[in-house]
């Protein structure tokens, strides 16, 4: 889709682009009110809302004379992806733990 992606985790690294993720996660919105929530200016704002269309996070569409912002759910394959890896690492670390601890348990009783 593009060149050089910017990559999704340095997008989400930035507190204003999270901001904006959250707002479109109830709705999409088009980019002046984006920025209406925001004390910088517009252009400072459409800077950040390219970084997340070019990594795939979000979604842009004319409308009229509005440019209307919405989330990419594929665009977020990549983080959740990340995420599972680490919630199966933990859980099959806490399910030895709870083994252990049960097998522990068992050798002590009376």
């Known amino acids: 889709m593009f060149k050089?992606?910017?990559d999704v985790f340095q997008a989400i690294a930035d507190p204003t682009r999270r901001a904006i993720l959250v707002m479109l996660a109830t709705q999409a919105l088009p980019v002046n009110a984006?920025?209406?929530n925001f004390e910088m200016s517009r252009p400072a704002v459409s800077k950040h809302i390219k970084v997340l269309?070019?990594?795939g996070l979000v979604k842009i569409t004319d409308s009229?004379?509005?440019r209307y912002c919405t989330l990419n759910q594929l665009g977020f394959k990549e983080v959740t992806n990340w995420f599972a890896y680490f919630d199966k690492f933990w859980n099959e670390k806490l399910n030895n733990l709870e083994n252990f601890l049960n097998q522990q348990h068992k050798t002590n009783e009376p």
């Open 53 to 55: 269309h070019e990594s």
């Open 34 to 36: 984006l920025a209406e």
């Open 64 to 66: 009229g004379r509005e």
């Open 4 to 6: 050089n992606k910017p």
